[in-house]
């Protein structure tokens, strides 16, 4: 059995083993056949070679990681670690994953990457097509993932804007009943777009872009007569658009822009006398070049572990 020896020089031990120690454990739990020992600044490792070697590079990663942003919180050192080295690397999917670069780096140390192979697969798609379709249940991360990606090329100049799109469909209470103005009445219909560019974008520069309208959220209707160019264009919730609304939308497209719809087929609050608009494109745009349409699943939660275990159950009683 082969010794590792590692010394922590700009990295307080307290803040890299979390409160409780949790991040020590989850460090255990991936490494489950190698014996972690940590005492005040240094960390000993016992192991066969193969697995130190592996350690060593993911554990330099995570000190890095540390030390650059001075935080290092449970959901950013599972981000770090990706899959568990003692499950099946050999699949053809799993290197890919852990090995997948970061999208975009958010405030307070968050790193955004695609955490599944089918998110990985979206942002490979969007970089030789222009419109993308991700189509999943709740939880997959496909609008995340396509925030991240917009975000992206919002840093890297590769659009101007952003514009982020949702249909506002009513779900047992009328617009005109809730309290304010329009922009009160839909914003908690946009309110998961907020939640998503909160994590990527620091406040005030989120406040700037709002204001200056390089990034906007709005209604789909308010789409209609536009020509949308030079900029990264998400229509989320799109199972809730009709054909007419689909349609509009995607002939709103410039020469320069990029547009990803995302959608949950099982999730339609539409009236039962309206078909939605997303099963039609499903159904006419596949032949299309240019266009590219991804289904994620269960395998791709990656909400609490509980979420995956529902869909499966409400699946079970559909069939």
């Known amino acids: 059995m082969n ?89 053809a999917g799993s290197d890919k994953i852990n090995g997948s670069e970061p999208i975009v780096f958010g405030p307070n140390g968050i790193v955004v990457k695609a955490r599944t192979a089918n998110q990985r697969r979206m942002v490979d798609s969007i970089q030789k097509n222009d419109i993308i379709f991700a189509i999943g249940p709740a939880g997959t991360g496909k609008t995340y993932t396509a925030v991240a990606l917009a975000v992206r090329a919002l840093k890297n100049k590769e659009v101007k804007r952003i514009i982020l799109t949702r249909p506002a469909v009513e779900a047992g209470e009328n617009l005109g009943f809730l309290p304010g103005d329009l922009k009160e009445k839909i914003d908690p219909y946009l309110r998961p777009l907020y939640d998503a560019l909160d994590d990527m974008i620091p406040a005030e520069k989120l406040k700037l872009y709002l204001e200056n309208r390089t990034i906007e959220i709005a209604p789909l209707a308010f789409m209609r007569g536009r020509t949308l160019d030079n900029c990264f264009v998400i229509l989320d919730e799109a199972q809730n658009a009709t054909d007419m609304q689909l349609k509009m939308f995607l002939t709103r497209m410039g020469p320069t822009a990029k547009f990803i719809v995302t959608g949950d087929a099982t999730q339609i609050d539409l009236p039962k006398v309206q078909q939605s608009g997303l099963h039609t494109a499903l159904r006419i745009l596949p032949e299309i070049k240019g266009i590219d349409i991804i289904y994620l699943s269960g395998e791709d939660v990656v909400r609490h572990k509980l979420v995956k275990r529902i869909l499966e159950a409400y699946g079970d009683i559909q069939k």
């Open 3 to 91: 010794e590792l020896i590692i010394t922590l020089e700009n990295v307080n031990p307290v803040m890299l083993w979390g409160p409780k120690n949790e991040n020590f454990e989850i460090l255990k739990k991936h490494y489950p056949k190698i014996k972690i020992v940590a005492r005040g600044n240094e960390v000993k490792v016992l192991g066969d070679e193969k697995e130190l070697n592996q350690f060593q590079q993911k554990f330099q990663e995570i000190l890095d990681h540390t030390d650059k942003f001075q935080q290092l919180n449970s959901n950013e050192i599972e981000h770090l670690l990706g899959a568990s080295p003692s499950s099946n690397d050999s699949e």
